[in-house]
């Protein structure tokens, strides 16, 4: 009789399914940068950006059915001052960059993607993470 699991590469392995927490932190904050990334050139274009979402509700005949829906994604920029300031969050928590200030101003709206593009370099390189850290603990407490 042949067997043809003789034949295959066979190992003991458990499985690492935990990721580094400050990894972890800094990828949902990179993402969270992208997105901001798209409503921004959406901004631009004078629209509004938006996001498909699925949803629970009720129809006519008393059925809980699943629907498509669109969710708005707000910016982390707001004129005022004859500016832009540019706010990092961390869901809904502001980040205090460098432990006091919790914008960054520029004078046009086109200069805020230069805003986010150094905040994804400093969430790259790690510059952030005591600000999610602090950010993350007022959350707990």
């Not at 997105?35 to 809980?64: C, D, F, I, M, S």
């Not at 510059?127 to 603990?137: Q, R, S």
């Amino acid at each position: 009789m042949v067997s043809h699991l003789a034949k295959l590469n066979l190992k003991t392995v458990e499985r690492n399914t935990q990721k580094d927490p400050v990894l972890a932190r800094r990828d949902k904050l990179l993402a969270a940068i992208d997105e901001q990334g798209k409503v921004l050139a959406a901004a631009l274009e004078g629209k509004e950006y938006t996001v498909a979402v699925k949803r629970w509700n009720t129809n006519e005949a008393g059925e809980r059915v699943r629907v498509d829906g669109e969710k708005r994604v707000r910016g982390w920029f707001f004129e005022q001052d004859n500016g832009y300031y540019v706010q990092c969050r961390y869901g809904s928590r502001l980040l205090n960059i460098y432990g006091k200030n919790n914008a960054v101003f520029v004078d046009r709206l086109a200069d805020v993607a230069g805003v986010f593009e150094a905040l994804k370099k400093a969430a790259e390189t790690g510059e952030l993470d005591k600000a999610i850290l602090l950010a993350t603990k007022a959350r707990s407490s």
